[in-house]
């Protein structure tokens, strides 16, 4: 059984066809059939270990777990479909895992880093690049020796703007964070870059931006104009940032995300970041 036209269509956000998919499952034969077979090991092994009783809590407990992962597979699937659908619709390329190059510091960070979807293509009219689920992974190790791996996850947008370089090697507009009173204390230990600050208080209060030492600063303020600081201030997505390094422009927000709508309105904003350094790199050459 296939999903209709209608409902692939309909397809919004990686969930929408979890409950189709769970249903596709539970209508196979040999969905039950192996469900059966182990539902029965587990009675029959704990009747025979502890009694009847601990046996038809043992068969229960099987039957939840096996629903569990058909419905565990269901999701898969769903979001599979979701992303498969969301590809094809806007003219974009879908892979699986893999390496995103090490340009700026969020793609160098962790143990392991990797993309788990990537959609290559036009962000945007003019703006090609790639929309990413990136996640990289830090491996702790405690006193006893125990480890463990933290994961961390951010939807990203990546473009090459070579045309920049010259005039922006490196800026970093990144989430504010921390006491506005330590902001010089942490500057002072600061060797390879400066912050900038900006005459909004909007852009202040969401925003750390930072460029390298030798950044040509009329250059700079010329890119940040009016227009532009108002749409990073107040029309940037919800814990929206970026890192330009080289001419490979990162930007990024926190969370895997699986709507059409989220993953638009990153590819959006990357595409405006993008353009906005090409605009400017016109101008001056």
């Not at 059984?1 to 409902?7: G, K, L, T, V």
């Not at 629903?67 to 390329?93: C, H, K, N, P, W």
């Not at 902001?183 to 900038?196: C, L, N």
């Amino acid at each position: 059984m296939n999903a209709s036209a209608e409902q692939i269509d309909a397809i919004d956000d990686a969930n929408d066809l979890r409950g189709f998919h769970f249903r596709r499952l539970l209508r196979k034969p040999l969905t039950w059939t192996l469900t059966a077979i182990l539902v029965v090991a587990a009675g029959v092994a704990g009747a025979v270990l502890a009694g009847p009783a601990i046996g038809g809590v043992a068969a229960v407990a099987v039957l939840l777990l096996a629903l569990l992962i058909v419905f565990a597979i269901a999701d898969s699937q769903a979001e599979d479909a979701f992303f498969e659908t969301y590809a094809a619709q806007r003219g974009l390329a879908l892979s699986g895992k893999g390496p995103l190059p090490p340009a700026t510091p969020l793609l160098r960070k962790g143990d392991d880093r990797y993309a788990e979807r990537a959609l290559s293509g036009a962000l945007a009219d003019g703006i090609d690049g790639v929309l990413a689920l990136y996640t990289y992974e830090d491996e702790t190790t405690d006193s006893e020796g125990n480890r463990e791996t933290n994961y961390y996850r951010y939807t990203v947008g990546l473009v090459e703007v070579p045309e920049c370089a010259p005039h922006l090697p490196e800026l970093f507009c990144q989430r504010k964070s921390g006491l506005r009173s330590l902001e010089k204390f942490e500057d002072a230990f600061r060797r390879s870059k400066q912050r900038i600050k900006l005459e909004s208080e909007a852009l202040e209060k969401r925003y750390e931006i930072f460029s390298g030492k030798e950044q040509d600063q009329v250059w700079l303020r010329r890119f940040f104009s009016p227009t532009f600081i108002v749409w990073l201030g107040e029309e940037a997505p919800k814990k929206f940032a970026f890192e330009l390094v080289g001419g490979t422009l990162c930007c990024y927000v926190s969370g895997h995300k699986k709507s059409a709508a989220d993953l638009d309105t990153v590819r959006a904003a990357s595409a405006a970041v993008a353009q906005r350094l090409r605009e400017e790199s016109a101008q001056s050459s």
